[in-house]
């Protein structure tokens, strides 16, 4: 069975510091991983995906992730965080032969303070 | 428009009520998907559907029922709700009918309360 672990319930970080948001997953092939982000009262807005090829993934508003295969992590990142980045971040993973369902994490909220 | 939509966006029942949520999309995805989303879970998943009259369970698909007779529809009926029931439904779709998109597409979501 595919999983996923967010293991930071709450991030907050001071607005143009570094920004990390961590996921760690679990699947028995190959993954293909991606960040979604939630604004409130909001769906889900895709970030990136990891599907293969570079390990380091650029994707929207300036994030990015990077696959770690030995440490099964596939960890968000924003060099300088802006208030706007405020919002509810989930990981999710695919394994490829498991037909096209994702598995959510329980999600990290992300304060980014002024 | 293009997109995905969701209705109602928010809606209260009583407890033994059927109720049903729509969800329409103009990709022409072949892929459509119902989430919740609670406090503490993340979202998951409940139907899902890989076509026109072809759908699966997810991992909590007990009291709801899905149908699927058009490709761009993927309504959810709550058959007799519960208070348990009370969550935030997600509508998603993916996968075109060509090519090799991976990620999903979400709706605005709907907020049920059951009474």
């Known amino acids: 069975a595919q999983s996923v672990a967010q293991p930071e319930d709450q991030v907050n970080v001071a607005e143009g510091n570094p920004l990390t948001v961590k996921c760690t997953y679990s699947?028995?092939?190959?993954?293909?991983l991606f960040w979604y982000v939630q604004y409130p009262n909001r769906g889900l807005q895709f970030l990136l995906k990891y599907i293969t090829g570079d390990n380091l993934v650029k994707g929207s508003y300036g994030f990015e992730a990077e696959f770690n295969k030995s440490q099964t992590s596939f960890h968000l990142k924003k060099p300088s965080a802006l208030v706007s980045d405020s919002a509810l971040y989930f990981c999710a993973v695919r394994d490829p032969a498991n037909d096209y369902k994702l598995s959510f994490g329980a999600g990290t909220t992300v304060t980014v303070r002024a | 428009d293009a997109g995905i939509t969701q209705s109602p966006r928010y809606k209260i029942t009583e407890t033994g009520r059927q109720v049903t949520l729509m969800c329409h999309q103009t990709w022409s995805h072949s892929y459509m998907f119902w989430y919740r989303q609670d406090l503490g879970h993340g979202l998951r998943l409940i139907y899902y559907s890989a076509a026109a009259d072809i759908t699966d369970k997810g991992e909590v698909s007990d009291g709801y029922v899905v149908s699927r007779s058009k490709t761009e529809n993927f309504p959810l009926t709550l058959e007799s709700a519960t208070r348990s029931q009370t969550s935030v439904y997600f509508c998603?779709?993916?996968?075109?009918?060509?090519?090799?998109?991976?990620?999903?597409?979400f709706g605005p979501g709907t907020r049920l309360t059951v009474l």
């Open positions: 699947v028995s092939g190959n993954p293909y």
């Open positions: 998603a779709s993916g996968f075109p009918l060509q090519g090799a998109a991976h990620e999903q597409f």
